[in-house]
């Protein structure tokens, strides 16, 4: 199928999908009708993004994972990762912050994916890096979204406003619990990645990853230490959160501030 075409499709899904969730969260309708009608949407969406990513990303020439293929395939990660959360926790919710996002990213892929960055051979012992780096840090923005979702919830009680969509939303330990399932899986693989990048690093310095090296072990460190406050100190709340958030932000500046620099200003 068409390329741009496909683009659309999974966007135009994405964001409807997104538009019946919200709809779901505003009216409070007894069924799940919207429920899963949003969630079918959101389906047909990750496969059309699916194939748009396997047409942008893998060339001839290797894999190209530019700066906006890299997002877009991040994007659809989360968003397959999120359809398959759902069929087990009530996360649904999380698909109004994360839909929006993936459409964006095949958007801005189908325009500048295949005009920048260069493509490695698909053979290369650094795909396990790749691969795991892109699932950790999929697994970390959804933790991120659903952060903010529980910060959102947290001040609505703190400021006793308990009506409107926070009645749709799960109970707040719920949502805490639903927090650190996902920080703990997220680190799992983010400890992975780390791993099988420092096997296959040659020269940290000639090949430019000091600084996403030195920002990844920082998000590292930041996830650790909140899973052990978490574990030891029983940490939650609006600790959980700021952690939740800088961890990821270090996490982002590690790949894609890198990857801006690199790319943008240093052409390389």
Known sequence: MNHTLLTF???????????????????????????????????????????????????????????????????????????????????????????????????????????????????????????????????????????LLLWVQEYHLRNRHPGGFIRMLPALQTMEEMLFQLLRLGFAVLTVALITGALSLDNIFAQHLVHKTVLSITAWIVFAVLLFGHWRFGWRGRTAIRWTLGGFIALMLAYFGTKLVLQFILHR
């Open 9 to 147: 499709i999974a966007s135009g899904l994405y964001l409807a999908a997104s538009t019946g969730l919200t709809l779901r969260l505003v009216s409070r309708p007894t069924g799940k009708t919207i429920r899963n009608i949003s969630l079918l949407l959101a389906l047909l969406a990750v496969i059309a993004h699916a194939m748009q990513v396997y047409q942008t990303s893998w060339t001839a020439a290797g894999l190209n994972l530019s700066f906006f293929n890299a997002a877009s395939l991040i994007g659809w990660l989360m968003a397959a990762f999120l359809l398959l959360a759902t069929l087990r926790k009530p996360v649904e919710n999380l698909g109004i912050v994360i839909l929006p996002v993936a459409a964006v990213t095949a958007l801005l892929s189908l325009i500048f994916g295949r005009t920048q960055g260069s493509s490695a051979p698909i053979g290369a012992n650094i795909d396990w890096h790749i691969l795991f780096s892109m699932v950790a840090y999929s697994l970390l923005g959804i933790a991120a979204a659903q952060a």
